[in-house]
DNA sequence: ATGATACTTAGCGATATGGCTAAACATGAT
DNA sequence: ATCATGTTTAGCCATATCGCTAAGTATCAT
């Protein structure tokens, strides 16, 4: 079980920081160096770095040095993996979503009622 | 700027384990208790519960607890943040392509007649 | 060749994550 | 009451993450 999958693992991982995700919506706009992206951040460049070497280990983006220059641009079809996965999850939930609705209602109901656990 | 927004984090971070994706698609043909859902992960107890919690967190997942035996089930809506973020990147994305094809076609146009810009 | 600029690497500290065991509850069955 | 079952809590360990500073490298300008 437990198939693992990198490719998700890392793309998840990578949208998982607020920071990154404003890089990703940033580079959107066209292309950036590393200075560049690091302004608005207030993070100290090596921070930045850090930031830009999981988004390119996840494909999210490339980079390519010219000169002392590092220019930043995002990978169009790398968000790809993303969307099917939720559009199958999506499909398999809503398969299901009949089912579902009348069982949450039902637990909602009894929540309301009985005091769940101590927490 | 980094405008946080914890509830996008919760949900890439939940979904950046293999463990939890296995448990959300387990889910999706229906709910199931702690147990159940532990057995095929091959982790302990504790481990799952842990796990669950973080789904739960996130909103993914809604539980409730009928005698000693807590169901977990689906939360069907959940998805909804991270597919609208999912269509905005692209959105931007795909306007950033349709720019540069231009920038792109204007140099081509601009190169047949004299020397383009230095870069 | 000197210095400024733009990254880059190395490494530190605090906190978070993901696994575990052992022990505590809570409920259902006897 | 006792015991089994299903979950939960507490706490440990290893590793990963995210921020930093300090020092290194490479390139451009003078």
Redesign the pocket.
Known sequence: MAKHDPDLDQLF?AL??P?RRAVLTRLAEGPA????L?RPT??????V????S?LEGAGLIASA???????CAIVPEALAPLRSWLDDQRALWEARLDRLDDYVTKLMKEREHGPG???
Chains 1, 2 share one sequence.
């Open positions: 991982q998982a920081d920071t160096t590393v200075s560049e690091a207030g993070l100290r460049l090596p921070t770095m850090r930031h830009l999981v040095k010219d000169g002392r220059v590092r220019s656990p101590k927490n």
